[in-house]
């Protein structure tokens, strides 16, 4: 068995719908799971094999075979929100800029609301599903909720989906490239 891990923008933009029992052809742009211990934790990104990828030209990596399980994986997140902070990366009207010398200038633009998310530790959770349907894939960023209205708390907890394991039994197992 080989576990595959899809995110959820790569699968989005060009990933096609799949379940248990199907076959899948999976382009792999690595087998080092190094690059997931931050999002996934060191025991669940030790459980992965390989890396999907759409974005490649060509992948001298593929995982083929048959699909034995799929798990979403989510975690928990608190959003923030907050009004009239300093943008440092919005353009400023002119008069909002400080000049430097050597006719430098920089400035920030203040916006009305904001938000951040931040992870909460511990929380990264599995749940099977039967298959992923291209319908599934929707985009899980900030609250849609606006920042000023009466009831829209400042702070929300969440569970956020950060992408699948798909676990693949190989038809012919695909040599491993060092």
Known sequence: MTRVWLTPWEW???????????????????????????ELGAELAGTVDALESHHEEEHADRVRGRVIAVHEVSREVVERRFEHFV????????????????????????????????????TTRLSSVGGLPVA??????????????EDSPVEERRRQRIGWLVDVDELQPAPRIA
């Open 12 to 38: 989005a933009c060009c990933g096609d719908p799949f379940e248990i029992g199907g076959e899948v052809d999976f382009g792999i742009r690595s087998r080092d799971p190094e690059g997931l211990v931050d």
């Open 87 to 122: 943008d440092p990366f919005a353009r400023a009207r002119t008069a909002g800029r400080l000049q430097l010398p050597n006719g430098v200038s920089a400035g920030a633009r203040f916006s009305r609301q904001g938000s951040s998310i931040e992870r909460v530790p511990g």
């Open 136 to 149: 599934a894939v929707e985009y899980h960023g900030p609250s849609t909720r606006p920042a000023d209205a």
